[in-house]
């Protein structure tokens, strides 16, 4: 659940930031989609899907990476985020 509500965060950053450069929040979440002609409908759920997956990769880690270093969650949570966004 925590993958989808990041990924609802990030669906309405990267909205606001199409906006904002002057593209409309249905372009701008058309982009998620997987091909062209992509519905905002089809690229809003295709983001979440694959949010959630990211998710449930986050949990994995989370245990393993707690088993050999005793960082706080939050911290590694915000090293996972910076790796997607460098992905991205």
Same mark, same amino acid.
């Given at each position: 659940?925590?993958?989808?509500?990041?990924?609802?965060?990030?669906?309405?950053?990267?909205?606001?930031?199409?906006?904002?450069?002057? /593209?409309?929040?249905?372009?701008?979440?058309?982009?998620?989609?997987?091909g /062209? %002609?992509?519905?905002?409908?089809?690229?809003?759920?295709?983001?979440?899907?694959?949010?959630?997956?990211?998710g449930?990769?986050? %949990?994995?880690?989370?245990?393993?990476?707690?088993?050999?270093?005793?960082?706080?969650?939050?911290?590694? %949570?915000?090293?996972?985020?910076l790796?997607?966004?460098?992905?991205?």
């Open positions: 659940m925590a993958g989808i509500v990041a990924g609802v965060v990030m669906a309405a950053f990267l909205a606001g930031l199409g906006f904002a450069t002057g /593209e409309s929040v249905a372009d701008a979440l058309s982009h998620f989609g997987t /062209e %002609g992509t519905t905002p409908i089809a690229g809003l759920l295709t983001h979440l899907a694959v949010s959630g997956v990211y449930i990769v986050w %949990g994995y880690l989370l245990r393993i990476v707690r088993s050999l270093l005793p960082a706080p969650g939050w911290l590694v %949570g915000v090293a996972y985020g790796l997607l966004f460098l992905v991205a």
